[in-house]
Nanobody, 119 residues
């Protein structure tokens, strides 16, 4: 199983980025997918998650209304659209997959992509 995260970069506050997570070696339709982030000196937290069907999504309070998680089964890719970014969103973002539940332990992890938001 491989999860390849991409799309991070430097953006000014108020701007937008779209992260992508390309999955291989697993059937995307059987896995819950999540985006996590870890800021310097902080724990890694779940930012957004999506069910195996794509019909159910969940977001951290801090990103609700600004971030959108989606999945493209044909491309085997999960996206995180991030709008109205602020400096507190600066972190390494990881995508992950699990068969168990959206908010439980995740089994497979991507390598992370750095998002830096400047003021």
């Amino acid at each position: 199983v491989q999860l390849q995260a991409s799309g991070g970069g430097l953006v000014q506050a108020g701007g937008s980025l779209r992260l992508a997570c390309a999955a291989s070696g697993l059937s995307l339709g059987k896995y819950y997918m999540g985006w996590f982030r870890q800021a310097p000196g902080k724990e890694r937290d779940l930012v957004a998650a999506i069910s195996w069907s794509g019909r159910i999504t969940q977001y951290a309070d801090s990103v609700q209304g600004r971030f959108t998680i989606s999945r493209d089964f044909a491309k085997g890719t999960v996206y995180l659209q991030m709008n109205s970014l602020n400096v507190e969103d600066t972190a390494i973002y990881y995508c992950a997959a699990t068969e168990k539940s959206m908010t439980g332990d995740y089994d497979y992890w991507g390598q992370g992509t750095l998002v830096t938001v400047s003021s």
